[in-house]
């Protein structure tokens, strides 16, 4: 099989190029250029795919006895993952980068030139499992992806491998050693890859500018203070909101919704959090197999943690999962995922971008 393995230049990726080559396929590493200033993308361990990372991959593909490319994706990737996290949050909601760069990036443009050149496969580092088809939990429960690879198609796991998904960080970090691959002690990226400062907040207000608006107490309608724009705020956030008086129980306040129209940010108590029907759109169905009827499952709301037991069902067209126990912080424009509650919770039913909560 030919197999077309992205390399980041991270010891995932490396790995699990090295895992495909180790099965007999036809392996050719390539890197994603996604900034058009890549020297600008990585402080430390923040950041990715910058001009050092496409130096490790390469490296990583000559250890291995592999051909390697560049291909330039900055375009695409400014279009479908830069400019709609900005769009998402100027419009109150919190996209999930990561998630939309899986969908629009690795398994869509990436995926369609790569099967346009003969490719059968595209191989990544992601920490899940493929079992037949069936999209799974990665064995190592701290780095599972699962979540921000629910969205993609059956036709786009048709073409995927998930070499690592079977082995804790550790373990590959040991493996990319004894391969003699340099990047084995390389620190992971974090955070959002195209912010390397972290400053979310200073990066959408340099592209939205400011829209002030007030800091409204959810309970009493008082208002708190003043801010320069929804888009510096998300559900359930706690810090920075810009309150320079505690509330009257000395409890601390967080981000209760956002009203992007006429810029109100609402803020209250941790209790008035909790969130029991969550109610989402744009669902995708991994397996090809959409619910029917009232369907008993685990409920994931983000990245890492969030997770209930629950209840989910198609109701006009819309996802509606009521937790069995009350979520906290749910921010709509995040992705609810939903598992099969059975065998350990890690078989992906599906996946939708939630639009509304209500407790």
């Known amino acids: 099989m030919r197999v077309l393995a992205a390399m980041s230049g991270g010891v995932d990726s490396a790995v699990a190029a090295a895992r495909a080559v180790d099965a007999g396929h036809d392996v050719v590493?390539?890197?994603?250029?996604?900034?058009?200033?890549?020297?600008?993308?990585?402080?430390?361990?923040?950041?990715?795919?910058?001009?050092?990372?496409?130096?490790?991959?390469?490296?990583?593909?000559?250890?291995?006895?592999?051909?390697?490319?560049?291909?330039?994706?900055?375009?695409?990737?400014?279009?479908?993952?830069?400019?709609?996290?900005?769009?998402?949050?100027?419009?109150?909601?919190t996209p999930n980068p990561c998630l939309k760069c899986n969908e629009r990036i690795k398994f869509d443009a990436l995926l369609d030139k790569a099967l346009a050149l003969g490719f059968d496969a595209v191989c990544t580092g992601h920490y899940a499992r493929l079992d037949a088809g069936t999209l799974r939990r990665a064995a190592d429960a701290d780095k599972d992806q699962s979540y921000v690879l629910a969205s993609l198609t059956p036709e786009q796991l048709r073409h995927a491998m998930f070499p690592v998904g079977d082995t804790t960080k550790d373990g590959i970090r040991a493996e990319a050693a004894a391969r003699g691959l340099a990047v084995a002690d390389k620190p992971d990226s974090y955070d959002i890859c195209f912010i390397p400062d972290g400053d979310t907040r200073g990066f959408l207000e340099k592209r939205i500018g400011t829209k002030p608006g007030q800091l409204v107490d959810a309970e009493t309608g008082a208002?708190?203070?003043?801010?320069?724009?929804?888009?510096?705020?998300?559900?359930?956030?706690?810090?920075?909101?810009?309150?320079?008086?505690?509330?009257?129980?000395?409890?601390?306040?967080?981000?209760?919704?956002?009203?992007?129209?006429?810029?109100?940010?609402?803020?209250?108590?941790?209790?008035?959090?909790?969130?029991?029907?969550?109610?989402?759109?744009?669902?995708?169905?991994?397996?090809?197999?959409?619910?029917?009827?009232?369907?008993?499952?685990?409920?994931?709301?983000?990245?890492h943690g969030g997770t209930s037991p629950a209840t989910a069902e198609v109701v006009d067209g819309a996802l509606v999962v009521r937790p069995s126990a009350a979520l906290r912080g749910v921010a709509p424009g995040q992705a609810v995922v939903l598992y099969r509650p059975d065998a350990g919770g890690d078989v992906v039913l599906g996946s939708a971008t939630i639009r509304a909560t209500s407790a």
């Open 223 to 303: 208002v708190l203070g003043v801010h320069t724009g929804v888009h510096g705020f998300t559900v359930g956030q706690r810090h920075g909101l810009g309150i320079d008086r505690p509330a009257p129980d000395g409890r601390p306040r967080y981000v209760l919704s956002l009203e992007p129209v006429d810029g109100t940010v609402r803020v209250g108590s941790a209790e008035r959090l909790a969130v029991r029907e969550i109610v989402a759109d744009r669902a995708v169905w991994p397996h090809g197999v959409p619910l029917e009827g009232i369907v008993e499952c685990v409920a994931q709301v983000r990245a």
């Open 29 to 93: 590493g390539v890197h994603l250029a996604l900034s058009a200033k890549p020297g600008t993308l990585r402080t430390g361990s923040r950041g990715c795919c910058t001009v050092e990372d496409a130096h490790d991959a390469r490296r990583a593909a000559d250890i291995l006895g592999i051909p390697f490319y560049v291909w330039d994706f900055a375009e695409r990737f400014t279009e479908e993952v830069i400019e709609d996290f900005v769009a998402e949050y100027a419009a109150g909601r």
